[in-house]
């Protein structure tokens, strides 16, 4: 089964998922690092790696039968919880919106993991054919469970 990190619909397992944000975030870095201080070719192309780590997210889910949608509330709890916690004067220490959100940063963190780590299906599910099938249906040999 091939994955397509460009597209929403689909699965993806953990070893093919985690290498791939892995680099994803490795290349956004050089990029940033290349011109620091400069909205440019470099900075845009750090921005374009969002969409393949957002698609990613959600063929992870899809592969434990959970909906695109999980993956957007842990993203707009990251990004909302981070904004919020950013917005304020850190100097004093946290206010309680502060606190607000780094609580919403936490459990958008929290939920990510747990859709990256979790159990995909057995089986096909409601998003495609499990990952770890052969195109005739079958386990692959090696691990008991199928392919590592």
Known sequence: MRYNPLLFHG???RWVFLPT??????????ADRAEPDSIGPISILSIAMIWPALT???QRAHDSGKS????????GFLIFGTAILLSGDLSDGLSAL???G????IA???????ITFAAGDV????YGPNPRDDDDGALAEGTPQGRG
């Open 102 to 105: 780094l609580l919403l940063a």
């Open 123 to 126: 089986g096909a599910n409601r």
């Open 56 to 58: 990613l997210s959600v």
């Open 21 to 30: 944000i892995f680099a994803i975030n490795f290349l956004g870095r050089i």
């Open 68 to 75: 695109g949608w999980h993956v957007a509330a842990a993203w």
């Open 11 to 13: 699965r993806v397992r």
């Open 108 to 114: 958008g963190g929290i939920i990510s993991l747990v």
């Open 98 to 100: 502060g606190w607000l």
